[in-house]
Each structure stands twice: as C-alpha cells, then as structure tokens.
C-alpha cells in the first residue's frame, strides 16, 4: 500500500474529459498569457469560492503545473546570490530547489522575527501545508502581508490544496480582502487543479495576484515557451466552472481520510494538524526512520517527515489518496 504520494488515483471528471476531446482539434499555437476565457473563469471561481474581489484578466497568468512556478520563480525574477528567499521550517522541497537554482540564500522560519532585520526577496507560505496539512488563520496572514509591504517582500501563497479542507479552521486565500484590504500589490498565490479535480496529468495550474508581478512574470515565460496547451486550458475552464465533481471528490476523500485516521490512532499514532490537504501528519514518538520501517514491515509505504525539514523528524506523513480498496487494505494491517 503505497501511501507515500499524494497522486490522485479517481477518474478525471467526465466534464473535463470531453471538453478535452471537444477542443483535439487544435493545430495552432497557444499563447503565453492565455486565452481571456481561461482567465476569467479563474477570477470567477476564485471569487465565488474564495470571496476574492478585485481580481482583473491582467492579474492570472495559466502555468504547466504548478510545481514548474514554483520551481523558476527565483529565476524569472532576477534573485541571485544577494538575495534570501525564506520558506516554511516544514515544507514542500521544490521551495528550497528554486532558491538553490538561482544561487540565492534561503532561510526556513515559520516566525517572522527568526527572520532578523533582514528584507527578503521573496517569501513563500503554504496554507494548507504539505506535508503538515496546517491551516494559517486570517490574523496570521494578514500579519504577514503587513510585515512583507513594510519590507518591499514579495509574499507568494502556495494555495494548491485551498479546496482539500476537513476541520476548523477553514482555509483562507492571501487575496481574501480580510488579509489583503483592497489591494494585491506584492501577492501572488499559485493554484493547481491537479487534487481539487483529478488532473494531475493536464497539468492545469495558475497564478493569480499583484498584476505588475504577473506581468513581469508574462514578460519572461514568452520567451521560454511556457505556454499551457489550448485543449487543457479548455478543460481547466470546465473544471473550474463545476462545483460538483469538487463535492464528489471531497466526499471520497473525506472518508478515506476517516477511515485512515482512525486506524492511525488506534495503532499508537498520534495525527497533528492535518486539518486540510491530502495527508495526515503522523508519529510513533520515535525517529521518522523507525516508523517508516515499522509501516514497511506491514507493506504500508509512508514518506519520512525529515525529507520535509529538520522539525519533521519525528513524523510521517500518509497520505489518503489511494484506492478504496488500498486504503481499507492498510486499515486491515494496521489492525
């Protein structure tokens, strides 16, 4: 029971499949930016399910999953070795990966004050956190929106799993006007449709927010040929504009997530955070390496916490996007 990666495994929704096949035909060239009609169904979906106002056309750009922005957004802003880039102390590796490719320095805090008199190029947050599944509140984000206006920081929101929330608190964009106020300068937030739709192999993804940084951002990737393909901007159109196959999904993960939980906890595990995403954040109180062996022993496949940072050390996390039948298979041996 491979429980290490969180990879959907349902069928893409049949909505999505044939606006795909509607769109096959499609000899020429997309464009960078996007065609109008993908944009607007962002700014619209955004809006009626995240109450984010104020968005324009100009403020979305489409990206070929997610996980390339946010790889070579260091790089196509310019930062370099006189730059620090900060993350989270528990985090999504390909942060750390993208500072790296750029040669700047890089700092993991989860505090603002860790970070010193400092002015970072840029910083990321992720809520809901991967591996963590933690939920930042409202006052917690707009502290840091603040902190990264005062300091001319581009504060950049990884939001991939905005739509995977199981327990208060309930996940919030930076681009709420409860965090942001009225404006989005010096915000981005990155969206992906991979969990929320099944479409990990579209790879259909977005980033919304301050239009001049986005336009920045446009400005490099037409030169690079970033541009995500016409059929899929078609499906992610689609995807986004239907709201019940998102409440089908959540329903199967939700119980996969109940099952697994309980199980968990039932074989000595304690879960922490793990209020939202798609994983739980678990340990035996003992080295994430002894756990893992102690899942392996029972065919059970669970990602080390140390891989995430130095603090994950004690924990792993298992993720719930297998199968029914896998997931009622790994209930069964930790029984």
Same mark, same amino acid.
């Given at each position: 029971?491979?429980?290490?990666?969180?990879?959907?495994?349902?069928?893409?929704?049949?909505?999505?499949? $044939?606006?795909?096949?509607?769109?096959?035909?499609?000899?020429?060239?997309?464009?960078?930016?996007?065609?109008?009609?993908?944009?607007?169904?962002?700014?619209?979906w955004?809006?009626?399910?995240?109450?984010?106002?104020?968005?324009?056309?100009?403020?979305?750009?489409?990206?070929?999953?997610?996980? $390339?922005?946010?790889?070579?957004?260091?790089?196509?802003?310019?930062?370099g070795?006189?730059?620090?880039?900060?993350?989270?102390?528990?985090?999504?590796?390909?942060?750390?990966?993208?500072?790296?490719?750029?040669?700047?320095?890089?700092?993991?805090?989860?505090?603002?004050?860790? !970070?010193?008199? /400092?002015?970072?190029?840029?910083?990321?947050?992720n809520s809901p956190?991967?591996?963590?599944?933690?939920?930042?509140?409202?006052e917690?984000?707009?502290?840091v929106?603040?902190?990264?206006?005062?300091?001319?920081?581009?504060?950049?929101?990884?939001?991939?799993?905005? /739509?995977?929330?199981?327990?208060?608190? *309930?996940?919030?964009?930076?681009?709420?006007?409860?965090?942001?106020?009225?404006?989005?300068?010096? !915000?981005?937030?990155?969206h992906?449709?991979?969990?929320?739709s099944?479409?990990?192999?579209?790879?259909?993804?977005?980033?919304?927010?301050?239009?001049?940084?986005?336009?920045?951002?446009?400005a490099?990737?037409?030169?690079?040929?970033?541009?995500?393909?016409?059929?899929?901007?078609?499906?992610?159109i689609?995807?986004?504009?239907?709201?019940?196959?998102?409440?089908?999904?959540?329903?199967?993960?939700?119980?996969? *997530?109940?099952?697994?939980? $309980?199980?968990?906890?039932?074989?000595?595990?304690t879960?922490?955070?793990?209020?939202?995403?798609?994983y739980?954040?678990?340990?035996?109180? $003992?080295?994430?390496?002894?756990?893992?062996?102690?899942?392996? /022993?029972?065919?059970?496949?669970?990602?080390?916490?140390?891989?995430?940072?130095?603090?994950?050390? *004690?924990?792993?996390?298992?993720?719930?996007?297998?199968?029914?039948? *896998? !997931?009622?298979?790994?209930v069964?041996?930790?029984?």
């Amino acid at each position: 029971m491979d429980l290490s990666v969180g990879t959907p495994v349902d069928p893409t929704p049949a909505v999505v499949q $044939e606006a795909l096949a509607a769109a096959a035909d499609n000899p020429g060239y997309p464009t960078t930016i996007g065609l109008p009609e993908s944009r607007q169904a962002v700014i619209d979906w955004l809006s009626r399910r995240f109450g984010v106002q104020g968005l324009g056309l100009d403020g979305v750009l489409p990206l070929i999953g997610s996980k $390339e922005l946010i790889a070579s957004l260091a790089l196509h802003l310019g930062l370099g070795a006189d730059d620090l880039i900060v993350y989270p102390e528990l985090a999504y590796p390909t942060y750390e990966v993208g500072a790296a490719l750029v040669g700047a320095r890089h700092l993991a805090a989860d505090s603002l004050t860790a !970070i010193g008199p /400092e002015r970072p190029a840029l910083m990321w947050i992720n809520s809901p956190s991967n591996p963590t599944g933690k939920v930042l509140g409202v006052e917690h984000l707009r502290k840091v929106v603040e902190w990264c206006r005062e300091r001319g920081t581009l504060l950049v929101s990884d939001e991939c799993y905005l /739509e995977c929330s199981w327990e208060e608190p *309930r996940p919030i964009s930076v681009l709420h006007p409860d965090v942001c106020g009225d404006s989005h300068q010096g !915000i981005l937030t990155v969206h992906s449709l991979s969990k929320r739709s099944n479409l990990a192999g579209y790879r259909c993804a977005f980033v919304a927010g301050d239009p001049a940084v986005v336009g920045e951002l446009l400005a490099v990737r037409k030169n690079l040929g970033l541009q995500m393909p016409g059929p899929q901007q078609l499906a992610m159109i689609a995807a986004l504009d239907d709201d019940a196959h998102v409440a089908e999904q959540h329903a199967r993960y939700a119980a996969r *997530r109940a099952k697994l939980k $309980e199980a968990l906890l039932g074989a000595g595990f304690t879960v922490d955070h793990s209020e939202a995403s798609l994983y739980l954040w678990a340990s035996r109180g $003992e080295d994430c390496w002894a756990t893992v062996s102690w899942l392996a /022993e029972r065919g059970i496949l669970a990602a080390p916490g140390a891989f995430y940072g130095a603090s994950g050390s *004690r924990h792993v996390r298992v993720a719930f996007t297998a199968t029914d039948e *896998r !997931i009622d298979a790994a209930v069964a041996r930790l029984a």
